[in-house]
């Protein structure tokens, strides 16, 4: 019980509150940003899978085998199924080409449709499609037939009534090239139609979701029995944008967590070690009085101990209020409210605890058993112990374990420790620099604290290395953050293009240039394309190679053109020239994931009909850019033996959309995808990942101001002998504030002037490792570094010590006496 007393009686003395404060902070604001990351990670995957309107999807060229569905069924998964196909709408005299998607009672099982019972009505949610009988259609229909709502549609051998406007499908993305507007049917009106005939070209999508586990089982015993008509899609692969975004997002918000713990240690540490100082007489005098240094280790472990877990509950409390709060807060800005997070966060905290007690607040205790009652009581420091420096080691370890636990993420993990690193072995050069100054002419208030600076000189390392790490949590995210939110709308200007022309057939290209050229459209060029497969390397068939890369099992677009894309870059061999006029130029990634190289000869199937070309160049693409792309581009005349149609995009303003109207009619066989909705989609889910990467970033902020509080408050008790001193002797109060005033600006400026290079440093392996983004200096960070060091640490410290400064010089005195 020994340690229990003297636990109440250092707290009711004040002796511990920085430490269990400290603690709290820690555990709490890991804990908050570990649920608000698992709750917005978790909204943010259920938003994202409305992109396929499931969670996986199985899409096949036929129906698939009544025996998969049934295994479904039989592990609880909840289905749908969508059928998509082109066909030709008729009503009276009025014929139009229309994409027809037929679906299913439950579809979509993630994500809503919106539609219109009237033009004049707002769109509203639905759940579930057209009733059978019904069909709905994209708005643009109804002024293409001459149609209104209530109006029949005759589609193959059945009629429809016309009983809404769809406006939004969440899936509409899954098929980028699905041509003309969209008709919304019920599934089981298809027989009726009698549309769909051995050979007919469509496309069967069946939906699941359910649990994780269920999931995972039931893929794993599907995906052996796939042919190669069929596929799995997963965010992944069927929204690779949207998937980038998130992972990033996870990331973020991962590295937002990692840099709470390790602004949490610091604040631990420094509280713990300034509580180690101030025992050390009691120490000496327990130990003069025939305590052993493992009872006086017992009782200070114990007593940590049991401030440890009473902290840490209420950390995890606070952190758990604060998470739910903010998310109430920002509960309207989420069209999916985040789901509640489970158990993984409160670990985090629970281990947040446990570090930072084992690797910072333990260390100073076991130093502390260690003390010489003879030396302390005389005051006598001669012969300091030079093993000190290894206590140094356990609280740094235990934070970057567990930072790497945390992020799951060696990069980070690496990156963190480099900025460390720097910020430590940087603080000892800048604080020598420092203490060495002439600043004494300035006046009094810089001697005092040209003075402070050097009797504090060993000290004043460990506090430009912590308001460092402070500064550094802080520049890095802001810049992390700005990278992120700045690289992902250059993934979509606002001009990207967002229709294609597609099908364009020889014949037609003059007229149709001439229409889109007469707009004033900002388009790329016309592209002529073949469809083929690519079917051997070098005289291997490439069925050896299909676990490098999905794109084999499909066919490719192919095209040729005598200049470079604007968007595409040589990188490996030369362009088509006088001397090279014949070969194929492929993307470079897939050449890294097909194994191929320079002079491969690749064979591909056209129509039935094979050609073989051996790649000269390899090229990289602006996947981005929203233009016509392809991984193979032949030279000039190669394919020409081949019937080809040509392609285009161009972007077409909203209040221009009336014009896909005016060149379907004149070029009927024409398809046009339109992307401006899918765009829009990508842009709202893109836009919320900002929000939530903005919300970490004020906890963040937050965070790393308390924590600087934190390591101030640790090092003014021996400020209040001084200032008795000073003012004893004649100084006044306003002399000493500006003296503090001007000695932590000092120290934030080189706080901030390591946290720039420790945040370059970071920010080089971030962008490289882990947000893969190119490398990019920073020059405003130089500026800004120690601005802000000067500006928060001057004035944290200030405010933090003024206390010091405020306290009667008698009423020291007699206590130091």
């Not at 290395?465 to 709308?489: H, K, N, P, V």
């Not at 693409?621 to 000039?636: E, G, K, Y």
Request: hydrophobic share 50%.
């Amino acid at each position: 019980m020994l340690p229990l007393k003297l636990l109440g009686r250092d707290w009711r003395g004040g002796e511990l509150a920085l430490i269990a404060t400290a603690l709290v902070l820690a555990v709490s604001c890991v804990t908050a940003i570990a649920h608000f990351s698992d709750r917005l990670t978790r909204a943010m995957h259920i938003q994202s899978q409305s992109f396929l309107a499931a969670e996986r999807v199985v899409q096949s060229s036929k129906v698939v085998p009544q025996e998969w569905l049934s295994k479904a069924e039989e592990l609880g998964l909840e289905q749908a199924q969508t059928t998509t196909f082109a066909s030709m709408l008729s009503a009276g005299d009025e014929f139009q080409f229309a994409s027809v998607k037929a679906v299913t009672d439950d579809y979509p099982l993630v994500g809503h449709l919106e539609m219109r019972a009237n033009a004049s009505d707002e769109p509203r949610t639905v759940q579930q499609g057209p009733a059978p009988g019904q069909v709905w259609l994209e708005a643009r229909l109804l002024p293409l037939m001459d149609l209104q709502i209530g109006d029949q549609l005759q589609l193959g051998d059945g009629d429809f009534a016309i009983t809404g406007i769809l406006d939004h499908e969440p899936d509409r993305g899954a098929n980028l090239f699905s041509m003309g507007a969209r008709l919304m049917m019920h599934q089981s009106d298809l027989a009726a139609t009698n549309i769909l005939q051995p050979g007919s070209r469509v496309t069967y999508r069946y939906l699941f979701s359910g649990d994780d586990a269920a999931l995972n089982n039931y893929f794993n015993w599907l995906k052996p029995q796939l042919t190669e008509h069929q596929r799995v899609i997963d965010l992944e692969e069927g929204q690779p944008r949207v998937a980038r975004t998130l992972d990033r997002a996870e990331s973020f918000l991962f590295l937002a967590a990692s840099l709470a713990v390790l602004l949490a240690s610091v604040a631990v540490g420094l509280a713990a070690r300034r509580y180690g100082l101030r025992h050390a007489n009691y120490v000496a005098v327990m130990k003069s009085l025939g305590a052993g240094k493992n009872k006086i280790l017992g009782i200070y472990i114990g007593q940590m101990t049991a401030l440890a877990l009473i902290a840490t509950v209420i950390g995890l409390a606070i952190g758990s209020l604060i998470q739910s709060q903010a998310v109430n807060l920002l509960e309207g800005f989420f069209p999916v409210t985040p789901p509640p997070s489970g158990i993984q966060p409160l670990w985090v905290g629970l281990a947040t605890g446990v570090a930072c007690v084992i690797g910072f607040a333990m260390p100073p205790l076991f130093r502390l058993a260690q003390t010489d009652p003879m030396q302390t009581l005389r005051q006598d420091w001669s012969n300091p112990d030079k093993r000190e420096w290894l206590g140094l080691i356990p609280g740094p370890l235990s934070m970057l374990l567990l930072i790497w636990w945390l992020s799951g993420s060696l990069a980070i993990t690496l990156a963190l420790l480099a900025g460390l690193g720097l910020l430590i072995a940087g603080a000892a050069v800048v604080n020598r620099l420092l203490v060495r100054g002439r600043l004494a002419s300035l006046g009094g208030s810089w001697r005092i604290a040209l003075g402070s600076l050097q009797r504090r000189a060993g000290f004043n390392t460990l506090l430009i290395a912590a308001f460092g790490t402070g500064l550094l949590a802080m520049l890095s995210m802001f810049y992390a953050r700005t990278a992120l939110i700045d690289e992902w709308q250059m993934q979509l200007p606002e001009n990207a293009p967002n229709h294609f022309l597609v099908n364009i057939a020889p014949y037609e290209l003059d007229g149709v240039k001439q229409k889109v050229e007469g707009k004033n459209l900002e388009g790329t060029e016309f592209y002529p394309m073949v469809r083929g497969r690519l079917i051997a390397v070098n005289g291997t068939p490439v069925n050896e190679r299909e676990q490098k890369d999905g794109s084999i099992r499909r066919e490719l677009n192919l095209s040729w053109t005598d200049t470079v894309p604007a968007d595409n870059k040589i990188v490996a061999g030369e362009w088509w020239s006088e001397d090279l006029n014949e070969g194929v130029s492929v993307e470079v990634e897939v050449a890294a994931r097909l194994g191929l190289d320079l002079g491969d000869v690749l064979r591909f199937s056209i129509g039935g009909l094979e050609t073989e070309a051996t790649i000269t160049s390899l090229r990289t693409l602006d996947w981005n850019s929203m233009r016509p792309n392809f991984f193979m581009l032949f030279a000039p005349g190669s394919l020409d033996t081949f019937p080809a149609t040509y392609i285009q995009s161009f972007y077409l303003p909203p209040e221009d959309k009336l014009f896909v109207n005016e060149l379907v009619k004149n070029f009927p066989s024409v398809s046009i995808i339109e992307l401006d909705k899918i765009l829009e989609n990508i842009r709202e889910t893109i836009g919320q990942v900002a929000i939530a990467v903005e919300s970490v970033l004020a906890l963040m902020l937050v965070a790393g101001v308390l924590v600087l509080v934190a390591g101030v408050r640790a090092s003014i008790a021996e400020r209040l002998q001084e200032a008795a001193v000073i003012r004893t002797l004649g100084g006044r109060r306003q002399l000493l504030i500006r003296s503090l005033m001007i000695e932590f600006g000092l120290l934030g400026v080189a706080a901030g002037l390591l946290a720039a290079f420790g945040t370059e440093a970071t920010l080089v392996v971030l962008t490289q490792q882990v947000f893969d983004m190119p490398l990019q200096f920073h020059p405003g960070l130089w500026v800004l570094g120690p601005l802000v060091g000067a500006l928060l640490v001057g004035t944290a410290g200030t405010l933090a010590c003024r206390s010091a400064v405020s306290q009667p010089p008698l009423k020291v005195l007699r206590e130091l006496a």
